[in-house]
């Protein structure tokens, strides 16, 4: 058969083209062509689908344990709501089963999103524990740069004890050391008050990347064309 659009010859027995996807019209003596898949011979069976799964168990556990101390923080009449932060606390394990352990996104994606949540749960902190917390501003002055560089080195540790077998870690590194500019670009949008956390933060970063591009730029290279497609 020859497909009149991209005029491509296809060798097999199929009604959609295998290059721009569109119908072929059969012809005299296509009968005799080996089909494109092999026939179906077993039926699949179904998958019975169960409700006790991990992160539905989680879910029911997290719920009984928010309702307790729900019940004991308002039953106690005591002023500060830290039923939010276990509620806040028990909702980051949540997210942390779903998009990071049980999740195919790349390295640097998760730990994007570990460094979204974590800044999130200190935010609510902030705001719960205001009359105990005496420090303002920490955390975009001194949580977040440190929960960047933490980051950072975790997956550069990790990537650097895996090259061998999983050099996207690499590039992974290489993405998240650009998150270490953040505070730095706050700081001069006057969103942060205090430079120096900022400033170690962008440094430890800078030397990363400088350090990846020098001692692993080939698997760099590989990485981005397998990924861009160049």
């Known amino acids: 058969m ?18 721009c996807h569109e119908l072929i019209t059969p012809e005299e003596g296509d009968e005799n062509l080996t089909p494109a898949f092999p026939p179906k011979t077993e039926k ?4 019975r689908h169960t409700h006790f799964t991990l ?5 029911a556990v997290s719920f009984v344990i928010f309702i307790i101390c729900l019940a004991v923080n308002l039953g106690l ?20 089963m779903r998009n990071t352990v049980m999740s195919n ?7 994007f999103w570990q460094i979204v ?3 999130l749960i200190l ?23 440190i929960i960047i560089m933490l980051s950072v080195l975790t997956l550069g540790i990790i990537s650097c004890a895996v090259v061998r077998k999983n050099k996207a870690l690499l590039y992974d590194t290489l993405f998240l050391s650009l998150m ?20 170690i933060c962008a440094g430890f970063c800078a030397i990363v990347i400088v350090c990846v591009i020098i001692f692993a730029r080939k698997e760099i290279l590989e990485e981005m064309e397998r990924r861009l497609h160049w």
């Open 44 to 47: 699949c069976e179904r998958k």
């Open 77 to 96: 009449h005591q002023p500060t709501k830290w039923f939010l932060m276990v509620g806040a606390v028990l909702l980051y394990g949540f997210l942390t």
């Open 180 to 199: 270490g500019f953040v505070p730095i670009i706050l700081y001069a949008f006057g969103l942060v008050h205090g430079v120096l956390f900022s400033a």
């Open 2 to 19: 020859r497909c009149k659009f991209c005029n491509v010859k296809v060798d097999c027995k199929t009604h959609i083209c295998p290059l």
């Open 117 to 119: 949540m974590i800044s």
């Open 105 to 111: 996104n790349s390295a640097w994606i998760k730990a």
């Open 55 to 59: 992160p539905n168990i989680y879910l």
């Open 123 to 145: 935010w609510l902190a902030q705001v719960v524990f205001d009359e105990v917390i005496t420090v303002k501003f920490w955390l975009l002055d001194i949580a977040l740069p």
